[in-house]
């Protein structure tokens, strides 16, 4: 089961290399980690999705706790967050790949962001789901690049 | 001095520890701190100059350890601050409070691979409780303020502030720093009030109840704590080797330590157990062994400031996270308001102390050789109990723990989690600057000796009246302990018989060395030690292959001991 730990963390030199070493050192995964800037300039954002079925979150959590700079911590579940993912897909469009990759697209309200002769280039913002299926139906046209942002999630207001 | 006046960087530092109440700091200069040490020239905060800068980190360890208060060492850049790695990460292991300065090559030259740089901050990031790469010389008051306070409260640490030689350098006007703000570090005090109620009533309850206790215990400051718990409910108390002294080791509710090497009685205790109350304990490999046969029968009260170790390792039924004097302060308030019943333990204390009787410490005096376990008992009896002891790795540190009956807080002085040898004579050297009122003793190891052993010239040099009591067997004897048991005796280097005349070098670097080889003469040889103002060596020559009894083997459950029946070496 994938976790994804929305975190806190005070905009410090040497922050990010302090959380990927205590993931490195603990001997925790990460599937991906996104920082950017928050809504506080002091403060940053990480967003970082880990296979909890390997370690047990509780611990993961308990030893970000334990790094000064971090400020703060939220285990974001599906129901409670809203959770998108950006990804640039290079596939082939020769021919009639092209109508076919644009039909794809289309339905999955993707942009088409480059083109040229042989290749077409398509840019997705989707939730980790929607962007799998995109990138399997992309499969048979020959996926020559892609590149994912990570998950950003960020949690549901409430009602 | 006008408000305006500017100072340096290095000035600076200075006044920001005195600041801080440091009267001493451990370290040894280079390049990068030459500014630093300038500025200390012209103060008078005290400056201990060691002969290598893993002993300032010991030092500095050895100070926090026997005070309580934050130790300072510095070095300079590159291979100083290498030479402090493992100082920094034993502090790591056993959440001693230490802050490390190391000096670092110019800002600008940072990342160029100049000469005696390191990436410092780098380096130490896993073993450090926090890290400063100083970029604003400004900044300095501010962050030695900061430090001081991470290492010292919460679950202590060591913090490692690299400074910039450019930071030493720059001139600007001092400000004290103001109150830390830290938004990400706000340590638990105060145990949640329910739990407090809920494990009060388990104690109150138990008819079994075993108190493990661990150096969180000493940190804190609890051991009167433990000693109220403990006394009113009569329960049992077994300590790490990091919490000897916690709980007087002469106590009748005393079991000594626990463990791969601790009685054979703790041991059973835990097994049979039905409420382990952990208290600043992290149920360590080498306490619990085979962790699945563990207490088997015991709900587990766990009591811990950092929550990162609750259910770390074992999952406890009763959770509280807190300050173990705060904490027990509560629980003993809870229990007074219940009715009292010490006789409910009576009977698992009878069982309890027919384990003891039965399975006492014991080791062979008859065959005419040394035995390392008397030298420790000569120790303990010469010094009435009172000495502060220093160890080092390995065998030497097991009979020092095991032969020597602690009964304060901060008197026995370990390297427990990671296990460094050549600990224990600059750790003495630290301790006893701290704590000139009582005397040091090192029971340290032939091999252990050889790595730090430059140190002698420190103690020297500062007439630290320490002693240094060699249990030398020339051997890595708790290797080749190994190898007898379970290499089948091979030895693979692990005899170390050709090594220097210890008593020759102690006295070539001017102190006092003496060398005993006979049961007779170790109590006279410890008192002129002791008497006589230099620092002193004292080599004992011991029983070759002792072993050290009972013993856990690592993996196994904490019942399955080697010579603990007995508590006595099978003969072969």
């Given at each position: 089961m994938k976790h994804t730990l929305s975190v806190l963390v005070?905009?410090?030199?040497?922050v990010l290399t302090r959380v990927a070493g205590l993931f490195a050192r603990r001997g925790f995964n990460i599937d991906s980690l996104v920082v950017g800037?928050?809504?506080?300039?002091?403060?940053s954002r990480m967003t970082i999705t880990i296979d909890g079925a390997e370690h047990p979150i509780d611990q993961v959590t308990k030893q970000l706790h334990k790094l000064?700079?971090v400020?703060k911590i939220r285990e974001l579940d599906a129901e409670s967050m809203v959770a998108r993912e950006l990804a640039?897909?290079?596939?082939?469009?020769?021919?009639?790949?092209?109508?076919?990759?644009?039909?794809?697209?289309?339905?999955?309200?993707?942009?088409?962001?480059?083109?040229?002769?042989?290749?077409?280039?398509?840019?997705i913002t989707a939730a980790p789901d929607r962007l799998a299926a995109f990138e399997s139906?992309?499969?048979?046209?020959?996926?020559?690049?892609v590149v994912r942002t990570g998950l950003v999630a960020i949690g549901r207001?409430?009602? | 001095?006008?408000?305006?006046?500017?100072?340096?960087?290095?000035?600076?530092?200075?006044?920001?520890?005195?600041?801080?109440?440091?009267?001493?700091?451990?370290?040894?200069?280079?390049?990068?701190?030459?500014?630093?040490?300038?500025?200390?020239?012209?103060?008078?905060?005290?400056?201990?100059?060691?002969?290598?800068?893993?002993?300032?980190?010991?030092?500095?360890?050895?100070?926090?350890?026997?005070?309580?208060?934050?130790?300072?060492?510095?070095?300079?850049?590159?291979?100083?601050?290498?030479?402090?790695?493992?100082?920094?990460?034993?502090?790591?292991?056993?959440?001693?409070?230490?802050?490390?300065?190391?000096?670092?090559?110019?800002?600008?030259?940072?990342?160029?691979?100049?000469?005696?740089?390191?990436?410092?901050?780098?380096?130490?990031?896993p073993?450090?409780?926090?890290?400063?790469?100083?970029?604003?010389?400004?900044?300095?008051?501010?962050?030695?303020?900061?430090?001081?306070?991470?290492?010292?409260?919460?679950?202590?640490?060591?913090?490692?502030?690299?400074?910039?030689?450019?930071?030493?350098?720059?001139?600007?006007?001092?400000?004290?720093?103001?109150?830390?703000?830290?938004?990400?570090?706000?340590?638990?005090?105060?145990?949640?009030?329910?739990?407090?109620?809920?494990?009060?009533?388990?104690?109150?309850?138990?008819?079994?109840?075993?108190?493990?206790?661990?150096?969180?215990?000493?940190?804190?400051?609890?051991?009167?704590?433990?000693?109220?718990?403990?006394?009113?409910?009569?329960?049992?108390?077994?300590?790490?080797?990091?919490?000897?002294?916690?709980?007087?080791?002469?106590?009748?509710?005393?079991?000594?330590?626990?463990?791969?090497?601790?009685?054979?009685?703790?041991?059973?205790?835990?097994?049979?157990?039905?409420?382990?109350?952990?208290?600043?304990?992290?149920?360590?490999?080498?306490?619990?062994?085979?962790l699945?046969?563990?207490?088997?029968?015991?709900?587990?009260?766990?009591?811990?400031?950092?929550p990162a170790?609750i259910g770390k390792n074992?999952e406890?039924?009763?959770?509280?996270?807190?300050?173990?004097?705060?904490?027990?302060?509560?629980?003993?308030?809870?229990?007074?308001?219940?009715?009292?019943?010490?006789?409910?333990?009576?009977?698992?204390?009878?069982?309890?102390?027919?384990?003891?009787?039965?399975?006492?410490?014991?080791?062979?005096?008859?065959?005419?050789?040394?035995?390392?376990?008397?030298?420790?008992?000569?120790?303990?009896?010469?010094?009435?109990?009172?000495?502060?002891?220093?160890?080092?790795?390995?065998?030497?540190?097991?009979?020092?723990?095991?032969?020597?009956?602690?009964?304060?807080?901060?008197?026995?002085?370990?390297?427990?989690?990671?296990?460094?040898?050549?600990?224990?004579?600059?750790?003495?050297?630290?301790?006893?600057?701290?704590?000139?009122?009582?005397?040091?003793?090192?029971?340290?190891?032939?091999?252990?000796?050889?790595?730090?052993?430059?140190?002698?010239?420190?103690?020297?040099?500062?007439?630290?009246?320490?002693?240094?009591?060699?249990?030398?067997?020339?051997?890595?004897?708790?290797?080749?302990?190994?190898?007898?048991?379970?290499?089948?005796?091979?030895?693979?280097?692990?005899?170390?018989?050709?090594?220097?005349?210890?008593?020759?070098?102690?006295?070539?670097?001017?102190?006092?060395?003496?060398?005993?080889?006979?049961?007779?003469?170790?109590?006279?040889?410890?008192?002129?030690?002791?008497?006589?103002?230099?620092?002193?060596?004292?080599?004992?020559?011991?029983?070759?292959?002792?072993?050290?009894?009972?013993?856990?083997?690592?993996?196994?459950?904490?019942?399955?001991?080697?010579?603990?029946?007995?508590?006595?070496?099978?003969?072969?």
């Amino acid at each position: 089961m994938k976790h994804t730990l929305s975190v806190l963390v005070e905009n410090k030199p040497g922050v990010l290399t302090r959380v990927a070493g205590l993931f490195a050192r603990r001997g925790f995964n990460i599937d991906s980690l996104v920082v950017g800037r928050s809504e506080d300039p002091r403060l940053s954002r990480m967003t970082i999705t880990i296979d909890g079925a390997e370690h047990p979150i509780d611990q993961v959590t308990k030893q970000l706790h334990k790094l000064i700079n971090v400020v703060k911590i939220r285990e974001l579940d599906a129901e409670s967050m809203v959770a998108r993912e950006l990804a640039l897909i290079r596939v082939s469009a020769e021919g009639a790949k092209r109508t076919e990759a644009l039909q794809i697209a289309e339905i999955f309200k993707a942009k088409v962001v480059d083109v040229d002769r042989r290749t077409m280039t398509l840019e997705i913002t989707a939730a980790p789901d929607r962007l799998a299926a995109f990138e399997s139906l992309l499969q048979p046209l020959g996926v020559n690049e892609v590149v994912r942002t990570g998950l950003v999630a960020i949690g549901r207001g409430r009602s | 001095m006008t408000p305006q006046t500017k100072i340096k960087g290095s000035e600076a530092i200075v006044r920001a520890l005195q600041e801080e109440g440091c009267d001493v700091i451990f370290g040894y200069p280079g390049g990068v701190v030459i500014p630093f040490y300038d500025a200390l020239y012209h103060s008078d905060l005290k400056h201990v100059l060691v002969r290598h800068e893993q002993g300032a980190a010991h030092a500095a360890e050895g100070y926090a350890r026997a005070t309580g208060k934050v130790g300072v060492c510095v070095a300079t850049s590159g291979p100083g601050a290498t030479n402090l790695v493992t100082g920094i990460a034993d502090a790591y292991l056993d959440s001693i409070p230490i802050v490390a300065i190391t000096g670092q090559v110019k800002s600008d030259l940072i990342g160029t691979d100049a000469f005696q740089e390191a990436d410092t901050t780098g380096i130490t990031l896993p073993i450090v409780k926090h890290s400063y790469l100083v970029q604003n010389a400004s900044d300095l008051a501010q962050i030695i303020h900061e430090a001081f306070h991470i290492a010292g409260t919460g679950r202590p640490g060591p913090v490692l502030i690299d400074i910039p030689v450019t930071c030493a350098l720059a001139e600007f006007v001092y400000k004290t720093a103001s109150a830390v703000d830290l938004p990400g570090y706000k340590p638990t005090m105060r145990g949640h009030s329910k739990q407090i109620k809920v494990a009060a009533r388990a104690i109150h309850e138990s008819p079994r109840p075993v108190l493990y206790v661990g150096g969180g215990v000493i940190s804190s400051g609890a051991t009167q704590e433990v000693c109220d718990l403990a006394t009113s409910l009569n329960i049992p108390v077994t300590t790490t080797l990091m919490a000897m002294g916690a709980f007087p080791g002469t106590h009748p509710l005393s079991l000594g330590m626990l463990g791969m090497h601790g009685t054979a009685y703790a041991n059973w205790a835990v097994h049979e157990c039905d409420l382990l109350i952990a208290v600043g304990a992290r149920f360590d490999d080498r306490v619990t062994g085979k962790l699945s046969t563990f207490a088997p029968q015991a709900k587990v009260l766990h009591i811990d400031i950092d929550p990162a170790e609750i259910g770390k390792n074992v999952e406890p039924r009763i959770p509280i996270v807190g300050d173990a004097k705060m904490v027990l302060h509560e629980i003993l308030a809870e229990v007074a308001t219940m009715e009292a019943a010490p006789e409910r333990t009576a009977e698992w204390l009878e069982r309890v102390d027919d384990w003891r009787s039965q399975h006492a410490l014991h080791y062979e005096e008859d065959d005419g050789e040394l035995p390392p376990q008397y030298v420790v008992e000569q120790i303990y009896k010469v010094t009435g109990g009172d000495a502060i002891i220093t160890t080092d790795v390995g065998q030497n540190q097991m009979w020092a723990a095991q032969y020597f009956k602690y009964t304060q807080p901060r008197q026995f002085i370990s390297s427990g989690g990671l296990g460094t040898m050549g600990f224990g004579l600059p750790a003495a050297i630290g301790a006893q600057i701290g704590r000139p009122d009582k005397q040091v003793i090192d029971i340290g190891g032939d091999g252990s000796f050889q790595m730090t052993m430059q140190e002698l010239g420190t103690a020297v040099a500062y007439n630290v009246p320490i002693v240094v009591a060699l249990l030398n067997n020339r051997f890595l004897g708790m290797v080749r302990q190994w190898q007898e048991l379970f290499w089948e005796g091979h030895y693979s280097h692990t005899d170390i018989a050709v090594q220097p005349d210890f008593a020759k070098i102690a006295d070539a670097y001017g102190a006092l060395g003496i060398t005993v080889t006979a049961k007779d003469e170790v109590a006279d040889a410890l008192r002129t030690a002791i008497k006589d103002p230099r620092p002193a060596v004292i080599d004992f020559r011991v029983r070759r292959e002792e072993n050290v009894y009972p013993m856990v083997p690592a993996g196994t459950s904490i019942t399955e001991m080697i010579g603990g029946q007995a508590g006595r070496r099978k003969k072969p």
